[in-house]
């Protein structure tokens, strides 16, 4: 006798379980990594051409083949973001998660750069309620990624972790709040190197995402032309109305959220205040 399919809270449960655990053996893999590289560089040191070409080998035999995808990732809004509604399910061309007694909740609209300190400090302790307000149907948030501080790391993560994230929305738009969620809490120091596409990839998979297809579009940065175009669209110009100039840029039903402290910035109760305030305007 099959099992009863588990329900989708379960199933996020399962996977913030399985997110933790691979967090922990993440450490161990990078321990690993040094390890391996440190023994590259050996090999090399030594001339030993089939050491070198074995390492070759097993990175090409890690890559996938980068998938057909358009010029725009899909599932997008018209300014670029993906929306997120009841069940944390994606709003799409065939799906329309809202509660059936939804009038006019919330709009949240988050323009984010994920290698931005600032946007880290404002996910991290707010994205519980907001995860439990889009879950219900008490609200919809919708991310709109960035890339402009690739600068602030020596392997561009930021806009491997922005394409990344499109892909996941253009193939698994589901898993999309999920994958924000570790991205945000693995954010990398400023200044050095950042996760690989491997580790970006490791963080799809803890999210739903790990099919060969966002594995492809990973590794083959398939929206890298995409991503620099809509980063210079919104920061060049007013962006839907509202001029973005840095990041967290942070909308309520279009009222732009501000704080002038530290404090105030990492209040999740100062924030749901003020959800509550620009709704009722």
Known sequence: MSSPKPSKSEQREAARAKA???????????????LLLQISVVVVALGIVGGVGAVIAIENANRVAAPVV????ENLTELGGIKIGVGLQAFTADNTPTADAAEDVPEIIIYQDYQCPICQAFDVPNSAQIRSWVDTGAATVEFRPLSFLDRASLNEYSSRAANAAFCVANFEPDS???????AMINQPAEGGEG??????????????AGSDEVKGCIQNKSFEDYLFQQTQTVLSAPHGGVSVTGTPTI???GVQYSWATGEELVSAERFAQFVQSATAQ
């Open 176 to 182: 999309y709040f999920d994958f924000n969620e570790i």
């Open 20 to 34: 933790r655990e691979l967090r922990e053996q993440n450490v161990k893999k990078e321990k690993r990594n040094k």
């Open 251 to 253: 909308l309520v039903n």
């Open 195 to 208: 996760p690989s596409d491997d580790e970006i990839f490791g963080w799809a998979e803890e999210a739903g």
């Open 70 to 73: 358009s010029d725009t990732p």
